[in-house]
Structure formats: C-alpha cells, structure tokens
C-alpha cells in the first residue's frame, strides 16, 4: 500500500525567503510522486511531478522536489517565497501495482504555507 | 487544447435529494477520475472511468455511480444526500494507456452543500 505524510500542516515564511514543504511517502513500488497546489476556492494545480527519471525535478513558478530513496522523502522547495505562492500544498503518491498504477492518486493532509510581506 | 472544466460551480441540496455533477476532459484525455475534498482535508479518490466503465473505486458507498460518454465527459452521481456529502468535488482528467494512467489534472470543482 502506498501512503504520504505531509509532516508541517502550517508553513509561515516572509516573502524573499526560502520555503520548504516536507512530504514522507510509503511505497512497495517505485513511486510516482506529485504536489499540487490548490488556491483559496480553485481546484488543484500540477506544480511537478517524478516519475524515476532525475531525482531532483523541476516545477513550474520556481518550485522543484528532491526525490531522496533513502530517506523516503520527496519534499518540495523554492529559494524566495512570494505573496501568490500562498495556498494549500499536496503531497501526492499515485498507486502502484508493479507493472502499472490503478490511477488512484493519494492525498496527503496537506500544508498551508502563508507568506507574510 | 481546452482545460477540465465542470458544472455546476455550486449547489445546494437537501438531505435525502439525488445530485448529478459534469466533467468534460481536457483534449486529448481518455480517462475521469473524481474525488471529495471534504473542508480542510486532501482529496479522496471516489472512482476512475475509462471506456465508459468504472475502472477502480475508492472507499466511498453504491450510492456514488458514474458515468463516462463516448465523448469522455463524465457524470457523478449521488444519492440519497447525507449532511457528510457536503464538499468540494473535483474531476481529473488523464490519458490512460496500457496498465497505466498518465498525469491528471483537475477541474476547479463543483461545491456541494448539503442541508
């Protein structure tokens, strides 16, 4: 089975300053990892998203992910935070069966990242 | 290429009501999932269509059907409205091939109030 931990639920940074988003995941498969973004009554937005090429993919607006096997971490960064980043981050794991996915996609709890001026 | 899109944008029903949510799929996609985004919590997976059938379900009741079109615009259906329905329901559309579906991206979603 495959699950995400999102291990801040509130991030709160000044704008210009960098912003870390933490995500753990769990998988018997080779995982595909996302985060989406999701602004104030929208609907969710694909910022990036690995699927076992290089491990540290980049995003659009800036973001990017380092996938680190190791660690089972797959947490999302930007090196100066601006006042449109802030909204609601999830942490995403698509399940896998080997040979394929089921085209479920698992949601962590998510992380709000407010970004003060 | 045009984006997911859905209707209505919101709704109010009362308990015990049925509702009928649309998705039309991004250009190009083969494959609707929906989700519930109950207030404050990540989505969770309802059911995925692909030819017109359901291809994978989550944990939700019978009371949840769905439909895909030829066209593979998608209807989600619910019955029986209980005050927990009440939610943010999003779409995803994708591009299924093999044993695999590709990236999804979502719709802005429809919000459903129970009362």
């Known amino acids: 089975a495959q699950s995400v931990t999102q291990l801040d639920s509130h991030v709160s940074v000044s704008e210009g300053t960098p912003v870390l988003l933490r995500c753990n995941y769990s998988?018997?498969?080779?995982?595909?990892l996302f985060w989406y973004v999701q602004h104030p009554n929208k609907g969710l937005q694909l910022l990036l998203k690995?699927?076992?090429?290089?491990?540290l993919v980049k995003g659009i607006n800036g973001f990017e992910a380092e996938f680190k096997k190791s660690e089972t971490s797959f947490h999302l960064t930007k090196p100066s935070a601006h006042m449109s980043d802030a909204a609601e981050y999830f942490c995403?794991?698509?399940?896998?069966?080997?040979?394929?996915?089921?085209?479920?996609?698992?949601f962590g709890q998510g992380t709000t990242l407010q970004v003060k001026p | 290429e045009t984006g997911v899109t859905q209707s209505p944008t919101h709704l109010i029903k009362t308990r015990g009501q049925q509702v009928t949510l649309r998705c039309s799929s991004q250009?190009?996609?083969?494959?609707v999932s929906w989700y519930q985004q109950a207030l404050g919590q990540g989505p969770q997976f309802i059911f995925q269509?692909?030819?017109?059938?359901?291809?994978g379900r989550g944990n939700f009741p019978p009371r949840f059907s769905g439909l895909q079109f030829p066209n593979y615009s998608s209807e989600l259906n619910v019955n029986a409205l209980e005050l927990d329905d009440s939610a943010l329901y999003l779409c995803?559309?994708?591009?299924?091939?093999?044993?695999?579906?590709?990236?999804?991206?979502f719709g802005p979603g429809t919000r459903l109030t129970v009362l």
């Open positions: 269509y692909y030819r017109e059938e359901e291809n």
């Open positions: 690995y699927t076992s090429a290089a491990t």
């Open positions: 250009s190009g996609h083969n494959t």
């Open positions: 995403v794991v698509s399940a896998s069966l080997g040979s394929g996915n089921t085209g479920k996609l698992i």
């Open positions: 998988s018997s498969y080779s995982p595909s």
């Open positions: 995803a559309s994708s591009s299924k091939r093999g044993g695999y579906t590709d990236t999804q991206y």
